[in-house]
């Protein structure tokens, strides 16, 4: 067998069967790919998981050095690389059952060996082109039924690129033409519809300009702010007194629900095309505590303008190879809530049933509306589609900035995870435990990422990738505002 080029060390010292560590001879950076030919199988894809220097200058030395005066040393440069495999005559990846001689050669790895080990195909029927593979040539394609079966999360600190990958994400997903319900809280995405300004960087990644307008729609509950949007409302009579009470903030069902049901049959039975100010004004000519209550909290649904005579079609709000852009730009807290808890619960009930495509929920800022501590009014169906929605044909991907304020059980069922620069302690321990295969080397490499670098997990791929994200088709609409101009 040909070895390949370049030798960059040798292995020393004890070596175990997933790692070993090595001397280097020319420089190589954390994360490298490299190859050990192994008597048995052949070349070996291995990955530099940890880099330092070692030298002869200890306290004592440094401690007599002049200003001035140049330090006289011995230094070597040591790294410990993890095993990834090779591929057997049947395509399965593999590790060596017998650990790599002490002294043997490492090499650099040439792409070819790169992407049969790491399954890296090109231009595949269902793959989501996102990158390249960091330092290397290699596009680096998702697998969108796995994305849509297994669900995703995208994860970064703030400024970090989440918004700008998920554009990538969504391009992507329009091309195969998937259909997408994305929560937008802060009117980002309709920028997809604008071709980007192409330059140098699309050319290198093999990316052209494109505008995606005849695929996107938008709906907002306040079009007075968002103008390109068109008004979203729901159904008042299509609500059932169970889900009415969410819309109220009342979470005690026992209490309130057979009230409800009274209130809203003797309301429908003197008007039957009442509206919510129908019900306050009955609530309000009730006695005792529950009907303060629910004048009160009625009262509240009224002025969120949510429910009306005649609500947003289904048919109209979600469409087949299309994506939807719920833009909740200006809209309270509170409403935000209401709105994503009564769509998700919506698209889950009516998936179950079949009535509309299969598709993919994009919930941009997950950490408000499934918190890891305290409540949303949309927790829990968010909580049910993360668990079950993948049996319907109904995917989820949650973007956040904060991992460890996320829900874990929805950030637990995410199986593709894109990881963009994390700092957070406490972040990058929900993170770590929340993904398979990451390694300690890894989980630091996440702190220092460069801008537009991701780790990708899961989507395909056995093992954990570094893939340089690739330019924008579309115009990037989450850039921050300029305080002072420069």
Known sequence: MKRPVEEVGRIFGDVGLGRFHLSLSVPVERGDYLTVVDELHGKVLCQLDDLRRKSDLDLEKAGALQPSEEATLHESMLGEARIVGYRDAQGLVKIPTIPFRPGAHVFRAEEPLIA???????????????????????????????????????????????????GVLIEELLRHKVTCVIIDPHGEYGSLRIPAEANGVHARFGVASQGF???????????????????????????????????????????????????????????????????????????????????????????????????TSLNDLVKKGEATLINLRGVAPDVQELVVARIASTLFENRKKGKIP?????????????????????????????????????????????????????????????????????????????????????????????????????????????????????????????????
Request: charged content about 20%; hydrophobic content about 40%.
């Open 116 to 166: 049969e080990v790491l399954g890296l195909k090109h231009h595949t029927n269902s793959g989501a082109y996102v990158g390249l593979l960091r330092n290397h040539s290699l596009r680096v394609e998702l697998d969108i039924n796995q994305l849509v079966q297994r669900h995703v999360s995208v994860l970064a600190k703030t400024g970090g690129g989440k918004s700008y990958l998920l």
């Open 213 to 311: 307008g005849k695929q996107i729609q938008e709906y907002s509950p306040d079009v007075s702010l968002n103008p390109t949007a068109k008004p979203l409302t729901f159904s008042l009579r299509n609500i059932d007194p169970r889900d009415l009470l969410v819309f109220m903030g009342l979470s005690n069902v026992k209490s309130f629900l057979a009230p409800l049901k009274q209130l809203i049959e003797r309301v429908a039975a003197a008007n039957p095309d009442y509206a919510v100010a129908d019900l306050v004004r009955a609530a309000e000519a009730g006695e005792g505590a529950i009907a303060e209550t629910m004048a009160e909290r009625l009262e509240y649904v009224e002025q969120t303008k949510l429910l009306g005579p005649v609500g």
């Open 358 to 486: 299969p598709l993919f929920l994009v919930i941009e800022e997950a950490h408000n509306f499934a918190p890891q501590q305290g409540s949303a009014t949309c927790s829990r169906i968010l909580k049910n589609i993360a668990s079950e929605g993948r049996k319907f044909g109904l995917g989820l991907c949650a973007v956040t900035q904060r991992a460890a304020r996320i829900d874990k059980s929805v950030l637990s069922q995410c199986n593709t995870q894109l990881i963009l620069q994390v700092t957070n302690p406490l972040d990058l321990k929900a993170i770590a435990q929340s993904i398979e295969g990451l390694t300690p080397g890894m989980t630091e490499m996440i702190q220092s990422l460069p801008v537009g670098v991701a780790l990708v997990t899961g989507g395909g791929y056995h093992t954990p990738l570094f893939c340089e994200v690739r330019p924008r088709a579309t115009r990037h609409g989450g850039e921050s505002v300029q305080i002072v101009a420069a």
